[in-house]
């Protein structure tokens, strides 16, 4: 069974991990993936930009700690409103 959620990605050390995509949203005109890794080892998730290219997307490591901070920022403000739209 395919599910288009889950991105398999490789560590520095050749290990694959599979994430879920929990979410994607725009920050400055550039687009983001929030991830959450499936081997149930952690419930923290991860920010990655994404980067269009040949009719894809690859993903990128976000460097900067204010680009970071943004895109957190931005998914929190995110989990709120989904919070607030579920107590309606």
Known sequence: MENDNIVTLLDEEGKETDFEVIATLEVN?????????????????????????????????????????????AYEDLLQEEEYDEEE
């Open 29 to 73: 005109e550039n687009e983001y993936a929030i991830l959450l890794p499936l081997d149930g080892d952690s419930e923290e998730a991860f920010i990655f930009k994404m980067i269009e290219e040949n009719g894809g997307y690859s993903l990128e490591c976000v460097e900067s700690d204010e680009e970071f901070n943004a895109v957190a920022a």
